[in-house]
């Protein structure tokens, strides 16, 4: 079992830049599709970002172009870097793995077994 910790969000203006760390409790990440999500308030839980463990990636309609998910060298950090950030990209971003699931189905929520406790970004207009 996987552990997952969220870190980097904060408060920026619109416009601005962030990089969100999902850092992995085991050694790597090698082994397990990622995934960004994020949720607004009173909103469902929204895709993001996907990789896969032989680093296919594909991104949400409304964040491509402006967000990046890449990974260090040794496998245990997925980042996501975040620019030109927009005040509807308000949310708590969580990251999630999973061993199962085809590359069609990592914007699914429901594909994936481990999570982390998010992180809240907020982008002022």
């Known amino acids: 079992q996987v552990q997952l910790v969220e870190s980097g969000g904060g408060l920026v203006q619109a416009g601005g830049s962030l990089r969100l760390s999902c850092a992995a409790s085991?050694?790597?990440?090698?082994?397990?599709?990622m995934g960004w999500f994020r949720q607004a308030p009173g909103k469902d839980r929204e895709f993001v970002a996907a990789r896969t463990w032989a680093g296919t990636i594909t991104y949400a309609d409304s964040v491509k172009g402006r967000f990046t998910t890449s990974r260090n060298d040794a496998k245990t950090i997925l980042f996501l870097q975040m620019s030109n950030l927009r005040p509807e990209d308000t949310a708590v971003y969580y990251c999630?793995?999973?061993?199962?699931?085809?590359?069609?189905?990592?914007?699914?929520?429901?594909?994936?077994?481990?999570w982390g406790q998010g992180t809240r970004v907020t982008v002022s207009s």
């Open positions: 085991e050694r790597t990440l090698s082994n397990y599709n």
């Open positions: 999630a793995a999973t061993t199962t699931a085809q590359l069609s189905r990592l914007s699914s929520p429901d594909e994936y077994t481990y």
